[in-house]
């Protein structure tokens, strides 16, 4: 009979032991997703501001250079006319 019980205990023992393994196992797994994924969302955002910025600086070239070629077609109208 003492030996039944030791038995029981042992698995009893184990049964707990492999719980609290995967139990630490899931939470560390899913902390480190979140992290993982924090980080991500990190990254996703510096590269959209990035992207911003470069559109902007991209609309900004365009626009100077739509103001030089107006300036441009400006003065060769002027010297079409005849102007000074």
Not at 30 to 50: G, I, Y
Not at 58 to 79: C, F, G, H, P, Y
């Amino acid at each position: 009979m003492n030996h039944v019980q030791d038995y029981a205990a042992s698995i009893v023992a184990t049964a707990v032991s492999a719980l609290s393994a995967i139990a630490f196992w899931v939470v560390r797994r899913v902390l480190t997703d979140t992290k993982r994924l924090s980080l991500l969302e990190q990254r996703q955002d510096m590269q959209h501001k990035e992207y911003l910025a470069a559109v902007s600086r991209l609309e900004k070239a365009t626009d100077s250079t739509s103001a030089n070629q107006a300036r441009i077609a400006t003065i060769l109208d002027r010297i079409d006319r005849g102007d000074q």
